[in-house]
Nanobody
Framework: QVQLVESGGGLVQAGGSLRLSCAAS????????MGWYRQAPGKQRELVAT???????NYADSVKGRFTISRDNARNTVYLQMNSLKPEDTAFYYC??????????????WGQGTQVTVSS
């Protein structure tokens, strides 16, 4: 199993920036794709961005050009740099990581989430 701890959320004015971090720990064979998802009140959880262990990235259309996902494989940490934030970016942001255990079993873990609030 992989444990994920997010940090970096907070309150920011529209147009501002925040950087989220998510550190993964646990005894597994490999950590594969990592990503960020968000959930606003009354809405379903949605994908924000993902990144593979090889560095391939994927973004939701709503954040392309404003958000950048990156990872440090040596530290098992994924980052989300959020620029030009908008009030509609307000949500709880969750980190996700896919992994393969030494047993060969594949799994997915979620962090506890961090709140991002963008004021207008």
């Amino acid at each position: 199993q992989v444990q994920l701890v997010e940090s970096g959320g907070g309150l920011v004015q529209a147009g501002g920036s925040l950087r989220l971090s998510c550190a993964a720990s646990g005894s597994v064979f490999s950590i594969n794709a990592m990503g960020w998802y968000r959930q606003a009140p009354g809405k379903q959880r949605e994908l924000v961005a993902t990144i593979t262990s090889g560095g391939y990235t994927n973004y939701a259309d709503s954040v392309k050009g404003r958000f950048t996902i990156s990872r440090d494989n040596a530290r098992n940490t994924v980052y989300l740099q959020m620029n030009s934030l908008k009030p509609e970016d307000t949500a709880f942001y969750y980190c996700n990581a896919g992994f393969r255990a030494y047993s060969g079993r594949s799994g997915s873990s979620w962090g506890q989430g961090t709140q991002v609030t963008v004021s207008s």
